[in-house]
């Protein structure tokens, strides 16, 4: 496995695999990799010739206070699932290589970040929208793969492809959760035994929000209410946002006629996790 630190030589490498007209399959991540990413990586191996993934925390898309300084890191573990996998490079930048002394230049999709963790977290997608515009410059990829579990991010990032001429299809994959329903996230390493537990409220309140619609209640603030009192029962809970959003646009839907995306995102002590589950309301 070919493990690549420094932007002119992953060009380079991607360059070569152009010419050959080898195709490239593109996996992001921040590091910490769990079943969720290794998914999208087989989905990535699968597709294209050669497999690329990233690994790179990405200081532009935490906020101030965030845990960016905190987020888990385990380089060697993670190099050793991808190799185990079959990839065939990881990229691995350091800050400095990414954002060098001088930078300037950021990336801003209007209106889709307008809504859920955009409005929780200002800045949250500009730094997401930045970093994917440059690693997808560097990296060249025919295809990326992304999680739905951060399904408004998939939209915002989608958007931008569209609207900025890129050339990468993008390719969502259905969220893999613990045998439990818990969906796998790097933070969840942060929950302590009784946080672990209350997490889990977060998959009741998706299951009964599934259930109320599948019962006929079209009413947005009636499920919003019925969620609300399933995820106060944690004491370690705080709800940061219950949404029920239009699949395609992201904007808040007060009755339910279209596709939508339930979303929910908590504080579970001090961490904060968000799920989702996209809705088709029209089959
Ligand atoms: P991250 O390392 O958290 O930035 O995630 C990298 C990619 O993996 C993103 O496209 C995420 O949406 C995706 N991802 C994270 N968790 C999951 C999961 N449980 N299931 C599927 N994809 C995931």
Same mark, same amino acid.
């Given at each position: 496995?070919?493990?690549i630190?420094?932007? #002119?030589?992953?060009?380079?490498?991607?360059?070569?695999?152009?010419?050959?007209?080898?195709?490239? *399959?593109?996996v992001?991540?921040?590091? /910490?990799? &769990?079943?969720? &990413?290794?998914?999208?990586?087989?989905?990535?191996?699968?597709?294209?010739?050669?497999?690329? $993934?990233?690994?790179?925390? %990405?200081?532009?898309?935490?906020?101030?206070g =965030?845990?960016?300084?905190?987020?888990p890191?385990?380089?060697?573990?993670?190099?050793?699932?991808?190799?185990?996998?079959?990839?065939d490079?990881v990229f691995?930048?350091?800050?400095?290589?990414?954002?060098?002394e *001088? /930078?300037?230049?950021y990336?801003?999709v =209007?209106?889709?970040?307008?809504?859920?963790?955009?409005?929780?977290?200002?800045?949250h997608f500009? *730094?997401? +929208?930045?970093?994917?515009?440059k690693?997808f410059n560097?990296?060249?990829?025919?295809?990326?793969?992304f999680g #739905?579990?951060? +399904? #408004? #991010?998939?939209?915002?990032l989608?958007?931008?492809?569209?609207?900025?001429? !890129?050339?990468?299809?993008?390719?969502?994959?259905?969220t893999v959760?613990?045998?439990?329903?818990?969906?796998?996230?790097?933070?969840?390493? /942060?929950?302590?035994?009784?946080?672990?537990?209350?997490?889990l409220? @977060?998959?009741?309140a998706?299951?009964r929000?599934l259930? !109320?619609?599948?019962? *006929?209640? /079209?009413? $947005?603030?009636?499920?919003?209410?019925?969620?609300?009192?399933?995820?106060r029962?944690g004491?370690?809970?705080?709800v940061?946002y219950?949404e029920?959003v239009?699949?395609? %646009?992201?904007?808040p839907v007060?009755?339910?006629d279209?596709?939508v995306?339930?979303? @929910?995102?908590?504080? $579970?002590?001090?961490?904060?996790?968000?799920?989702?589950? $996209? @809705?088709?309301?029209?089959?």
């Amino acid at each position: 496995m070919n493990i690549i630190r420094d932007v #002119q030589k992953m060009k380079e490498y991607s360059l070569e695999l152009r010419l050959r007209r080898e195709t490239i *399959g593109f996996v992001p991540t921040m590091g /910490y990799l &769990h079943r969720g &990413h290794l998914e999208l990586v087989k989905r990535a191996l699968a597709e294209n010739d050669v497999t690329v $993934v990233s690994i790179f925390v %990405n200081p532009t898309q935490f906020g101030p206070g =965030e845990d960016f300084d905190t987020y888990p890191r385990d380089e060697a573990r993670d190099l050793q699932l991808l190799e185990e996998l079959g990839v065939d490079c990881v990229f691995v930048p350091s800050e400095h290589e990414i954002y060098p002394e *001088g /930078y300037s230049t950021y990336v801003h999709v =209007e209106r889709l970040t307008d809504y859920l963790c955009g409005a929780k977290r200002p800045g949250h997608f500009r *730094g997401v +929208a930045t970093v994917v515009t440059k690693l997808f410059n560097i990296v060249s990829p025919e295809k990326a793969y992304f999680g #739905q579990k951060d +399904a #408004q #991010q998939f939209r915002v990032l989608r958007r931008m492809v569209l609207d900025l001429n !890129m050339s990468v299809t993008m390719v969502e994959i259905p969220t893999v959760r613990e045998e439990d329903g818990l969906a796998m996230s790097s933070r969840n390493r /942060y929950l302590s035994k009784s946080e672990r537990k209350e997490a889990l409220l @977060i998959r009741e309140a998706l299951d009964r929000g599934l259930q !109320m619609i599948k019962e *006929g209640t /079209y009413s $947005v603030s009636e499920i919003r209410d019925e969620l609300g009192r399933i995820l106060r029962k944690g004491k370690h809970v705080f709800v940061d946002y219950i949404e029920i959003v239009d699949e395609k %646009n992201l904007n808040p839907v007060e009755r339910l006629d279209n596709d939508v995306i339930l979303a @929910i995102a908590v504080f $579970v002590g001090k961490t904060r996790l968000i799920d989702n589950e $996209v @809705i088709r309301v029209r089959e």
